[in-house]
């Protein structure tokens, strides 16, 4: 099609030609290179679109918002009767537990770092009055760190178990009459606890706790605290001394949310402390920020715009895609690898847009709430939306960047490398399958000899990611060597043996080396045209330039652009080929043809006159060189000089 016919197409034509025509990238013609390139750059558009709107929810001032609230909460000091030096993680009794609700928590949400001691001065700027207007109640007592505003008052909720789902040994009975089990869902307990009832996470709005001993399943008994700092050190005074938290007990979460007016962030903060059956305490944190807008309901105008951009490419590239299997089907379409991670980041694309909606109405559910009360406002489901949206997001982008491999496949080498993989891909499956049996052995190993002692290897999950860390060349040997040190050595030394020398270095590589070897001998690949395409593309602005300033037009031989590349092969053999061409010349040495004289002789004569012509014409070169330098000597000493015509060198 020439460039004019091009020019006259109709909308509807160009649509036509856009959804059927090849997503093949082709180098080897001038038009395909060129329509390559194209394609490229506006998938880079797509990719640095893609890039900003996955990685809205999670921006810098978030990070930093939780790292504050970390060294408030976690990282400080915390003075204990028996340590006055004491952390957060050293939180391991009970008592040590109601210390620090008492002297650290309560008193940063009622002064210092937290609470200005002026309650007029969280009006410090004109128009920071506006900013609480939206919200109910009073922004004295729920301001905490300039700016943020609790989401209802903090609140402390506990899970227990029942009595009696195990029994107690007979030699212990006097001591211990009551035995209490680590926590099952169904061993749960739901009756009422000193007068608390026990609340479902339907009724409470509350998720799954993932703690560092155990998943936990409902939200169990809650004990609201209030915005008075009197008030909540009575009532967690009166807690300790009712026994509140108490054996059965096996995780208390201190919890509270709040809302940045200035920068519409919204907070999580849980503060976990779990207690085994055998008992000592666990204590862990956890700390979410959320963005209260949507990317379509953001104040930035770019994002909005971006997003739109985004999306629109991602609808028009699945109109595409949908003519592609419908022309096809979905099988053949499926089995193409970069079909497969089109399809993947197209419908996560949508997914997160479905999620970016729901987000938003519930999100703004929950700022209506803040409009009209002041007690607790659960966000767990709103941290449940935003950490699938994340994940959604991360698959996306993820999908989205391999599909750029396909435009690098430019120059032989990228192609053979392409067809190594896709030949090997079979023995490289079962390598690894080879590879994850030895890993799990040794994690299994690992985690009975070590299991005991160190908390690398406490669980399989913890002792599959040591070994992937010592495959990686990350692996705290001191640590356990100081355990057993011979079991440790022998351990160690087997697992590099096994892994890097015989599977690594030699299984691996040795797939992948067999493979290249075969296609490179094999595959016949056509010349690039990009570099043509490069070289049109600034002749085509130099002839513009010069048309500019010169005001006259270059005249230049037009270049084929359906002409394709020369053909490129690698001028090397295989060991199996060379082999074989060995055995071929040796067996005629073996085995000779009786010829007679008249067919030998005129045969032998005419190889003679060649080799003779050959050896003439590297040869003759030479002598002249050589004599014209033994002339100049002969010159230099008064001799007369020796003239290559002089000699006689007729063959």
């Not at 309901?297 to 770019?302: A, C, R, V």
């Not at 909005?304 to 089907?329: D, K, N, P």
Request: glycine content about 4%; some cysteine.
């Amino acid at each position: 099609m020439s460039q004019i016919e091009a020019l006259r197409l109709s909308v509807k034509d160009r649509i036509y030609l856009w959804l059927h025509h090849s997503k093949e990238i082709k180098y080897s013609t001038v038009r395909g290179a060129r329509r390559a390139v194209v394609d490229f750059l506006v998938y880079v558009i797509f990719v640095a679109l893609a890039s900003v709107v996955t990685q809205m929810n999670n921006t810098k001032n978030m990070y930093y918002y939780n790292n504050a609230l970390k060294r408030l909460l976690v990282e400080r000091a915390i003075n204990f009767e028996d340590d006055p030096n004491g952390k957060f993680e050293n939180i391991n009794n009970i008592d040590r537990f109601w210390d620090y609700i008492l002297d650290v928590f309560l008193n940063i949400l009622e002064k210092g770092d937290f609470r200005p001691n002026d309650p007029a001065a969280i009006y410090t700027f004109p128009n920071d009055t506006t900013f609480y207007n939206e919200i109910y109640g009073n922004m004295v007592e729920r301001n905490i760190y300039h700016g943020n505003v609790l989401l209802g008052p903090p609140r402390l909720r506990q899970i227990c178990v029942r009595d009696g789902l195990c029994s107690t040994n007979p030699v212990f009975s006097k001591n211990s009459p009551t035995c209490y089990a680590p926590y099952s869902w169904s061993g749960e307990s739901r009756a009422n606890h000193q007068g608390y009832q026990w609340v479902s996470m339907a009724q409470d709005g509350a998720t799954p706790i993932n703690g560092i001993l155990d998943w936990y399943f409902g939200a169990g008994f809650i004990q609201m605290l209030t915005y008075n700092y009197r008030d909540n050190v009575e009532i967690i005074k009166n807690l300790r001394v009712n026994e509140w938290f108490s054996r059965n007990t096996r995780i208390v979460i201190i919890e509270f949310n709040i809302y940045h007016i200035m920068t519409d962030l919204l907070e999580i903060v849980k503060l976990r402390f779990e207690q085994p059956s055998f008992g000592g305490i666990f204590p862990s944190a956890t700390f979410t920020a959320l963005r209260r807008h949507s990317i379509f309901t953001t104040s930035d105008k770019t994002l909005q715009a971006v997003a739109c951009c985004y999306f629109l490419m991602v609808i028009m590239y699945t109109v595409r895609e949908i003519a592609i299997i419908l022309r096809i089907g979905f099988k053949k379409y499926i089995h193409s690898f970069y079909n497969f991670t089109d399809f993947t980041s197209y419908l996560l694309s949508f997914m997160s847009l479905v999620m970016q909606v729901v987000y938003h109405f519930y999100i703004e559910s929950i700022m209506q709430k803040k409009k009209q009360t002041d007690q607790y406002i659960s966000l767990d489901w709103a941290c449940f939306m935003g950490n699938v949206a994340t994940y959604i997001n991360g698959i996306a982008i993820f999908m989205i960047w391999i599909r750029m491999l396909t435009f690098l496949i430019i120059n032989r080498t990228m192609t053979v490398f392409k067809k190594v993989l896709l030949r090997s891909v079979n023995e490289l499956i079962g390598f690894t399958v080879v590879l994850l049996i030895i890993i799990m052995a040794y994690a299994e190993c690992g985690l009975v000899l070590f299991g005991v002692n160190d908390a690398k290897f406490c669980s399989l999950s913890n002792s599959l990611i040591s070994i992937m860390s010592l495959a990686a060349s990350k692996f705290a040997y001191e640590e356990i060597t100081d355990k057993n040190k011979v079991i440790t050595r022998i351990y160690y030394i087997s697992f590099v043996l096994l892994v890097y020398v015989l599977l690594v270095l030699h299984a691996c590589l040795s797939i992948l080396l067999a493979a290249y070897d075969e296609v490179s001998a094999t595959v016949k690949t056509r010349k690039s045209k990009l570099i043509v395409v490069f070289r049109m593309f600034f002749i085509s602005l130099y002839d513009l330039l010069y048309l500019v300033f010169c005001r006259k037009r270059k005249f230049r031989q037009k270049v084929d652009v359906d002409e394709e590349g020369e053909w490129e092969v690698d001028h090397h053999f295989i060991p199996q080929m060379v082999s074989s061409l060995t055995a071929k010349r040796k067996h005629p040495i073996k085995n000779p043809v009786t010829l007679t004289p008249d067919m030998y002789l005129p045969l032998r004569m005419k190889r003679v006159s060649k080799r003779l012509i050959i050896l003439e014409s590297v040869i003759l070169p030479v002598l002249k060189r050589l004599l014209k330098y033994y002339s100049q000597l002969r010159k230099e000493h008064g001799l007369n000089e020796i003239l290559f015509e002089q000699l006689d060198l007729t063959i």
